[in-house]
């Protein structure tokens, strides 16, 4: 038991944090120099602008779909904000970054604070994955690939909860190891979405900017 | 005669004698008890403490009731929970379910009289069904993990040891904690989701008085819910009511709602939990083993035709007048169906209530009422089974 | 073995928090944690009464009759003891105690609510004796090193009594019979004896005869 607890803390550890970096730097890297047909009109309006405005405004649903997808937009919020900032303010984690990656750590959430900010951000995630499956458009495009990705943030962030009493290490390495899967999930899968989604915004964006079309 | 004289009186002397030797001793006692005050010290003090009505106490200790030289209450828990919640509860839910297993020996499935039509009626909208797996995922996790506080000393210490429990309990104990604020979250959406269409009407009471056509094959009449569906959504709003707020009150224990507090509402959530597991074992059995084509409606959102005129003749009556029976349960027919602002009458006819009688005609809808047009469904199937 | 008890003779108790802050340095417990503390009772009138309270190592003990993960236990020496290992934190046995000896930590070390704690005797806990592991979760184990509890040998007027419970039972009922026999009389007034009193020695003047 404690040699796979060492393993998994130790050396898997490491391996599945290389394979993250460095297949999220591949696929980063893949995707920006991929090259499309070079454009050959003249320019009408400004790429940058539309690069910013794309970036930007897609924060919010489009006027005519928001009050259809009102349930959605809240609950992707609630669930990527959350999971942000329990992943960054999170009292374990900052001790774990402080004493394990970087040397150095920040004042983490108050007690309260963390246990309302991973409340909601279960109450997100739920709500979403139900919604993927209930709702007939996106249960059409959802692959086996998209409920895998879910499945794993959701059993790193239940594991994650069991973990919260500091009681064991079993539960404490549980969690990592179901957090060492995600990452090594991560790169090959829709989770890409978290380095991607400027890019793709950016690149819709810069199209239509230089063609000067309002989107 | 002299002679027998003087033995009596020698006997009332001997007697009189024996009753000051017994008696003597006594005196001083007596008259320490009438007249002498023992200064005790502090003896108002203590018999004060002892009643309990104590003065004003004070403390340098800073804590959770700290100034309180003794609990009184605390024994009264524990007599509670140990002499009444968990060999009751246990009871309840044991009971529950050999009722159950003994219900489905001899009623077995409840199926489709006559089987499936194939032809389908919506019933429960995406939002609804969200809404519904949203606080079933919560319940489940709440209660599950619950019923291991409970009773894990019980059943699964002999089990797992006393290590291997203590790591269980403390993550069972973490969930429940963490998921619990998202139960009045869930009940809210639940209150909201399902509300119309579920107070109660005379015609629940009949089914009532018909056991809901549970035993025998006579179905009694029924809306869009039944009597027994609109009982669950009750209860579920009181219960969930009352476990969200006791919860939240055990939830964070260094709030200064005091010792009393969380025992009272830990009183109140152990009862209410019991009783709610104990109802939700009976929807769970009748939403899924116990009755052929009830889980379609929470899955997919659709019902079979047979089935809503078997189980909800009434709703099954509007929705054919609605001209919403026989819909494909078609991608794009439901998205749009779901995506239209207008329509929400997916399952519920827009601006109608169940109507009491079936006989009664709907009334006359403008051309922008809700539910579909039949000009949305020209393919749909109309024939009743 | 013996029985250990705590006594706290509330004639001697002056509220000085000795044992309270002794325990703190002897136990080093959590912040917002304390395992002792005194309770005044009438606190600024005419005969107010202190009292030295902590965990009172039931033979019947509530906490370990509540506890859902049944982590307390009870030593040789009576004393109710609880492993934090398998303790959980739900607070049942706060709710419980007569005392309100077992508390909650204000704020664990990542921010969770964190395992209870109370009073141990000074006897730490279940991790090997000594070791640093126990003295990390549970505090001192002065019992090991044949001490007594260091509220009890901290106590400037022996008001809080530690030990065997005969033992215990003997100095105090020495002190009632001295009191009882000066007050009976006199009225309470000289509490405090001089050293090789002995009730049976001492007249219903509260004049002590015989003394050397």
Redesign the interface.
């Given at each position: 038991m404690s040699s796979i607890a060492a393993f998994v803390d130790g050396p898997f550890w490491y391996f599945s944090l290389t394979v993250f970096v460095v297949g999220v730097l591949w696929r980063l890297i893949g995707l920006l120099s991929m090259r499309g047909n070079k454009e050959l009109s003249q320019p009408r309006d400004s790429a940058t602008g539309g690069v910013i405005h794309s970036v930007l405004s897609r924060f919010i649903p489009v006027a005519g779909s928001q009050s259809r997808i009102r349930v959605r937009t809240v609950a992707s919020y609630l669930f990527h904000i959350g999971l942000f900032l329990i992943l960054i303010f999170g009292a374990p984690h900052v001790a774990f970054y402080e004493s394990r990656m970087l040397g150095f750590g920040w004042t983490p959430m108050p007690q309260w604070l963390f246990f309302l900010v991973s409340a909601i951000a279960f109450l997100g995630l739920i709500v979403l994955w139900l919604h993927r499956i209930m709702y007939p458009v996106t249960r059409s495009v959802t692959t086996a690939s998209d409920h895998i990705a879910t499945g794993l943030v959701f059993w790193v962030m239940l594991t994650g909860c069991m973990a919260l009493g500091e009681s064991s290490e079993f539960l404490r390495v549980l969690h990592l190891f179901m957090a060492e899967l995600l990452l090594l999930y991560f790169p090959f899968s829709s989770l890409m979405h978290a380095f991607y989604w400027h890019v793709a915004r950016a690149h819709t964006g810069a199209h239509y900017g230089r063609r000067g079309v309002k989107v | 005669m002299s002679k027998h004289r003087r033995y009596r009186r020698a006997l009332r002397w001997s007697l009189l004698l024996l009753a000051l030797v017994l008696v003597l001793p006594l005196v001083p006692y007596a008259v320490a008890a009438g007249g002498t005050q023992f200064n005790t010290p502090g003896v108002e003090l203590w018999d004060a403490v002892r009643a309990r009505v104590q003065g004003p106490m004070r403390t340098q200790v800073e804590g959770v009731q700290s100034n309180q030289l003794i609990n009184y209450w605390g024994d009264q828990w524990r007599l509670f929970r140990s002499q009444l919640l968990v060999p009751i509860g246990a009871v309840m839910l044991l009971a529950m379910l050999g009722i159950i297993t003994v219900f489905y020996l001899v009623r077995g499935r409840i199926e489709i009289e006559g089987g499936r039509s194939g032809v389908l009626v919506p019933r429960f909208s995406v939002n609804q069904r969200v809404v519904h797996w949203l606080a079933a995922t919560v319940f489940i996790v709440l209660g599950l993990t619950g019923l291991v506080l409970l009773y894990g000393r019980y059943v699964l210490v002999p089990l797992l040891g006393p290590e291997g429990f203590g790591v269980t309990a403390s993550a069972c104990k973490e969930m429940h904690n963490l998921f619990g604020p998202l139960f009045p979250v869930a009940i809210l959406a639940i209150m909201f989701s399902f509300g119309r269409g579920n107070s109660f009407r005379g015609i629940d009471f009949q089914w009532f008085l018909k056991a809901g056509g549970l035993f025998g094959h006579a179905m009694a009449d029924s809306g869009y819910y039944n009597g027994g569906q609109k009982t669950w959504f009750w209860l579920t709003v009181l219960f969930g009511i009352a476990m969200s707020v006791t919860g939240l009150i055990l939830v964070f224990p260094n709030f200064g709602q005091g010792r009393e507090a969380m025992a009272v509402a830990h009183v109140i959530h152990g009862v209410v939990a019991v009783g709610f597991i104990t109802a939700s074992l009976g929807h769970i059995y009748i939403g899924t083993l116990g009755m052929e084509g009830a889980a379609e409606s929470m899955t997919n959102g659709y019902v079979d035709a047979a089935w809503a005129k078997e189980h909800h003749n009434l709703w099954y009556a509007e929705m054919e007048r609605a001209g919403m029976v026989g819909v494909s349960p078609n991608t794009m027919e439901e998205v749009k169906r779901h995506d239209d602002r207008d329509f929400r009458g997916f399952g519920q006819p827009l601006g109608r209530r169940e109507p009491l009688d079936p006989t009664v005609s709907p009334p006359n809808r403008g051309p922008t009422g809700g539910g579909i047009s039949p000009a949305a469904t020209p393919s749909a199937p109309k024939e009743s089974t | 073995m013996a029985r250990m008890k705590f006594f706290c003779d509330?004639?001697r108790c002056i509220?000085c928090?000795g044992c309270?802050t002794a325990c703190k340095n002897a136990n080093e417990v959590p912040w917002?944690?304390?395992r002792?503390?005194?309770?005044?009772?009438?606190?600024g009138?005419p005969?107010e009464?202190s009292?030295s309270?902590a965990c009172m190592h039931c033979s019947d003990a509530?906490c370990q009759?509540?506890?859902?993960?049944?982590?307390f236990y009870q030593t040789e020496d009576g004393l109710v003891l609880h492993?934090k290992?398998?303790?959980?934190?739900?607070?049942?046995c706060?709710?419980?105690?007569?005392?309100?000896a077992p508390?909650?930590p204000?704020?664990?070390?990542?921010?969770?609510?964190?395992?209870m704690d109370k009073c141990t005797f000074c006897a730490g806990g279940p991790e090997e004796t000594a070791s640093a592991e126990e003295q990390r979760k549970y505090g001192a184990n002065r019992l090991a090193e044949g001490k007594l509890p260091a509220c009890a040998e901290m106590c400037a007027t022996k008001a809080l009594l530690a030990g065997d419970a005969d033992e215990v039972a003997d100095i105090y009922r020495e002190r009632v019979a001295y009191?009882?026999a000066v007050?009976?009389a006199t009225?309470?007034g000289v509490?405090y004896g001089k050293p090789g009193i002995r009730s049976n020695t001492i007249d219903l003047t509260g004049k002590a005869a015989g003394r050397d």
């Amino acid at each position: 038991m404690s040699s796979i607890a060492a393993f998994v803390d130790g050396p898997f550890w490491y391996f599945s944090l290389t394979v993250f970096v460095v297949g999220v730097l591949w696929r980063l890297i893949g995707l920006l120099s991929m090259r499309g047909n070079k454009e050959l009109s003249q320019p009408r309006d400004s790429a940058t602008g539309g690069v910013i405005h794309s970036v930007l405004s897609r924060f919010i649903p489009v006027a005519g779909s928001q009050s259809r997808i009102r349930v959605r937009t809240v609950a992707s919020y609630l669930f990527h904000i959350g999971l942000f900032l329990i992943l960054i303010f999170g009292a374990p984690h900052v001790a774990f970054y402080e004493s394990r990656m970087l040397g150095f750590g920040w004042t983490p959430m108050p007690q309260w604070l963390f246990f309302l900010v991973s409340a909601i951000a279960f109450l997100g995630l739920i709500v979403l994955w139900l919604h993927r499956i209930m709702y007939p458009v996106t249960r059409s495009v959802t692959t086996a690939s998209d409920h895998i990705a879910t499945g794993l943030v959701f059993w790193v962030m239940l594991t994650g909860c069991m973990a919260l009493g500091e009681s064991s290490e079993f539960l404490r390495v549980l969690h990592l190891f179901m957090a060492e899967l995600l990452l090594l999930y991560f790169p090959f899968s829709s989770l890409m979405h978290a380095f991607y989604w400027h890019v793709a915004r950016a690149h819709t964006g810069a199209h239509y900017g230089r063609r000067g079309v309002k989107v | 005669m002299s002679k027998h004289r003087r033995y009596r009186r020698a006997l009332r002397w001997s007697l009189l004698l024996l009753a000051l030797v017994l008696v003597l001793p006594l005196v001083p006692y007596a008259v320490a008890a009438g007249g002498t005050q023992f200064n005790t010290p502090g003896v108002e003090l203590w018999d004060a403490v002892r009643a309990r009505v104590q003065g004003p106490m004070r403390t340098q200790v800073e804590g959770v009731q700290s100034n309180q030289l003794i609990n009184y209450w605390g024994d009264q828990w524990r007599l509670f929970r140990s002499q009444l919640l968990v060999p009751i509860g246990a009871v309840m839910l044991l009971a529950m379910l050999g009722i159950i297993t003994v219900f489905y020996l001899v009623r077995g499935r409840i199926e489709i009289e006559g089987g499936r039509s194939g032809v389908l009626v919506p019933r429960f909208s995406v939002n609804q069904r969200v809404v519904h797996w949203l606080a079933a995922t919560v319940f489940i996790v709440l209660g599950l993990t619950g019923l291991v506080l409970l009773y894990g000393r019980y059943v699964l210490v002999p089990l797992l040891g006393p290590e291997g429990f203590g790591v269980t309990a403390s993550a069972c104990k973490e969930m429940h904690n963490l998921f619990g604020p998202l139960f009045p979250v869930a009940i809210l959406a639940i209150m909201f989701s399902f509300g119309r269409g579920n107070s109660f009407r005379g015609i629940d009471f009949q089914w009532f008085l018909k056991a809901g056509g549970l035993f025998g094959h006579a179905m009694a009449d029924s809306g869009y819910y039944n009597g027994g569906q609109k009982t669950w959504f009750w209860l579920t709003v009181l219960f969930g009511i009352a476990m969200s707020v006791t919860g939240l009150i055990l939830v964070f224990p260094n709030f200064g709602q005091g010792r009393e507090a969380m025992a009272v509402a830990h009183v109140i959530h152990g009862v209410v939990a019991v009783g709610f597991i104990t109802a939700s074992l009976g929807h769970i059995y009748i939403g899924t083993l116990g009755m052929e084509g009830a889980a379609e409606s929470m899955t997919n959102g659709y019902v079979d035709a047979a089935w809503a005129k078997e189980h909800h003749n009434l709703w099954y009556a509007e929705m054919e007048r609605a001209g919403m029976v026989g819909v494909s349960p078609n991608t794009m027919e439901e998205v749009k169906r779901h995506d239209d602002r207008d329509f929400r009458g997916f399952g519920q006819p827009l601006g109608r209530r169940e109507p009491l009688d079936p006989t009664v005609s709907p009334p006359n809808r403008g051309p922008t009422g809700g539910g579909i047009s039949p000009a949305a469904t020209p393919s749909a199937p109309k024939e009743s089974t | 073995m013996a029985r250990m008890k705590f006594f706290c003779d509330a004639e001697r108790c002056i509220e000085c928090n000795g044992c309270v802050t002794a325990c703190k340095n002897a136990n080093e417990v959590p912040w917002g944690i304390n395992r002792r503390r005194v309770v005044t009772l009438n606190d600024g009138e005419p005969g107010e009464r202190s009292l030295s309270v902590a965990c009172m190592h039931c033979s019947d003990a509530p906490c370990q009759a509540v506890c859902p993960v049944d982590c307390f236990y009870q030593t040789e020496d009576g004393l109710v003891l609880h492993d934090k290992d398998i303790c959980i934190g739900c607070g049942y046995c706060f709710y419980a105690c007569p005392f309100g000896a077992p508390q909650f930590p204000s704020e664990g070390a990542f921010g969770s609510r964190g395992k209870m704690d109370k009073c141990t005797f000074c006897a730490g806990g279940p991790e090997e004796t000594a070791s640093a592991e126990e003295q990390r979760k549970y505090g001192a184990n002065r019992l090991a090193e044949g001490k007594l509890p260091a509220c009890a040998e901290m106590c400037a007027t022996k008001a809080l009594l530690a030990g065997d419970a005969d033992e215990v039972a003997d100095i105090y009922r020495e002190r009632v019979a001295y009191r009882g026999a000066v007050g009976m009389a006199t009225g309470w007034g000289v509490g405090y004896g001089k050293p090789g009193i002995r009730s049976n020695t001492i007249d219903l003047t509260g004049k002590a005869a015989g003394r050397d």
